[in-house]
């Protein structure tokens, strides 16, 4: 009535770098992964799923120094509802936490310093029918939310998708579709969700003084309008 799988792994480098043996570029990270599945009854079943990982890169030269790390948290559960004839059910909840951290130094002076903090929730439901041997009709809805922080800057966003659609199957092969879906910044906004990632990564990318900043800062400003 029910599976899980966990998984490990460790920079290999790393142990021989521990073991004195120089392998000259020596990335660490190590993460941790599950996945629970567990039948609740005859129609319903439950997923409970997980990641955790982080890893550290430095890289010395000269004078220079360049440190990127980053660390991740996803945590998310499923619940699917499957009457093995007609219909078909599921809704998702999904947390992650990111975190990175970009650093270079030259002759011991900070010359670039870039630290990012974000936290994305994702909620969504989907159903499917068959109403005939080769007739299906699927609809669904679903909302991200971030919570983001860079540059001593918070920002928080939103990102709707929902969709209908009709499909019917001529063969494996041939399938014709029919519906609509929409996605955006927000259920009343003309906003793709493309669009909206470009908003949020050009100014994600801006800093203050900086002299190609003012561009990234436009461009955002542009894809916005």
């Known amino acids: 009535s029910g599976a899980f799988l966990v998984a490990y792994r460790y920079s290999f480098l790393d142990i021989l770098s ?13 993460d941790l992964s599950f996945k629970l599945h567990r039948d609740l009854c ?8 997980g990641i955790w990982g982080k890893s550290l890169l430095q890289l010395d030269e000269n004078d220079a120094s360049l440190l990127t790390a980053s660390s991740t948290a996803f945590l998310g559960t499923a619940l699917h509802y499957d009457n093995q004839a007609h219909h078909w059910a599921s809704v998702r909840l999904y947390a992650n936490k990111l975190r990175s951290l970009s650093s270079v130094e030259q002759a011991g002076q900070r010359a ?6 974000e936290m994305r929730y994702t909620l969504s439901a989907t159903w499917d029918s068959r109403a005939r041997p080769n007739h299906y009709w ?8 971030y919570d983001m922080q860079f540059f001593s800057r918070t920002a928080r966003m939103y990102v709707w998708h929902v969709y209908a659609q009709d499909e019917y199957r001529f063969s494996s092969r041939w399938k014709l579709r029919a519906g609509w879906r929409l996605q955006g910044y927000s259920e009343g906004s003309a906003w793709t969700r493309g669009q909206s990632w470009a908003i949020y990564g050009f100014a994600m990318a801006y800093q203050p003084g900086s002299s190609f900043g003012a561009v990234l800062r436009s461009t955002s400003s542009d894809a916005g309008a």
């Open 112 to 117: 670039y310093h870039e630290a990012q903090d």
């Open 18 to 30: 521990r073991l004195g043996l120089n392998t000259g570029i020596n990335p660490k990270y190590q």
């Open 138 to 145: 699927q609809m669904g809805a679903g909302c991200d939310l």
């Open 42 to 49: 005859e129609n319903w079943r439950m997923e409970l799923l």
